[in-house]
């Protein structure tokens, strides 16, 4: 087990200034294995689900919501730090339902996938990425859906002030709107604070996602064939916008 196994990022403190220079950054950060997968953070704050997030993040946000005010977009939080067991409640219980359904158990988990991660492969879990949408708008049934955002949706105007800002303040889209991207689908509401998002995912990116489905004792880890990790990794964690890989 390597439970308290500290992994150490250095060097990054030129890429930081480099891409974001009105931002700084520590050149040394080390995230625990739990940390990594939503068991436990000690940067967190907020207390609630849609205000528990890193320290860093939620300053971040304060001062991109005051700008977003001036033009009259008031930013909502839908989702923020998730932990591992909550994802783990949402994955088994989906589990379950499609397996009950009549699927077998590897088509319940490409079913699953489609829309929801593995227990420990959140970004969630990291405090970093956030659901966002303007709460001073119109408000259809479900919010997070892509077609709010374009058109003559009614979150057009937070997209196009992001789309504009969002970076000033270190936030970035997650899952892009590219043809070409794998994984997730187009997401435009999901959004990560890089300066800290990045260097977790450097940390993540040493983690062993198969040992680790099977040390956490996820339904159905016996099923995740080692092609099917591989494919999730590449696909679900990596192939995502790349101002967010380095
Ligand atoms: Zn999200």
Redesign the pocket.
Known sequence: MNRNKFIKITGLGGIGIAVLPQLSFSGTQSFSRNQLIGKGNQDLVGDTYTSTMHREASEALTKMKRAAAKANIEIEVV?AYRSFQRQKEIFEGKYDRFTKQGLSPTDAIEKIIEYSTIPGTS??HWGT???LIQANAPRPASVLQAKHFHGNGPFCKFKAWMDEHAAEFGFYETYTDNALRKGFAY?P??FSYAPVSIPMLQAYKKLDLKQLVLEEKILGAEHFSEAFIERYRANNILDINPKLLS
Do not use: A, G
């Open positions: 989702s970004r969630h990425d956030l659901d997401e509401w999901h």
